[in-house]
């Protein structure tokens, strides 16, 4: 079983900045990956990334490309979601997620997940 807890969430104003992190219990899994969810809306892809020290696969939805960079540090357990240029509409509750297999965009794909961490972007 692996435990995920993120931090760094807040509130910002919009063109401002957030960095969260989640950090992994064990190292079960092959990929990580961020979901977010508003209210009243289901939760989407953000990006994912895998673990494998071989294999740089990296995926971002359409709607945060140059805007969010998913990197990762191995030795820690540890992936980042660096949120630049945030806009009100990136407001959300932000989720950390692993999966034994290839990082994928599925949410219903993933085994694990945090509780989340609250981004909030005033205009």
């Known amino acids: 079983q692996v435990q995920l807890v993120e931090s760094g969430g807040g509130s910002v104003q919009a063109g401002g900045s957030l960095r969260p992190s989640c950090v992994a219990s064990?190292?079960?899994?092959?990929?990580m990956g961020w979901f977010r969810q508003a209210p009243g809306k289901e939760r989407e892809f953000v990006a994912a990334l895998s673990f494998t020290w071989n294999d740089g696969s990296i995926y971002y939805t359409d709607s945060v490309k140059g805007r969010f960079t998913i990197s990762r540090d191995n030795a820690k357990n540890t992936v980042y979601l660096q949120m630049n240029s945030l806009k009100p509409e990136d407001t959300a509750v932000y989720y950390c997620?692993?999966?034994?297999?290839?990082?994928?965009?599925?949410?219903?794909?993933?085994?694990?997940w945090g509780q989340g961490t609250q981004v909030t972007v005033s205009s």
């Open positions: 064990a190292r079960t899994f092959n990929a």
């Open positions: 997620a692993a999966r034994s297999g290839p990082p994928t965009v599925a949410r219903r794909a993933y085994e694990y």
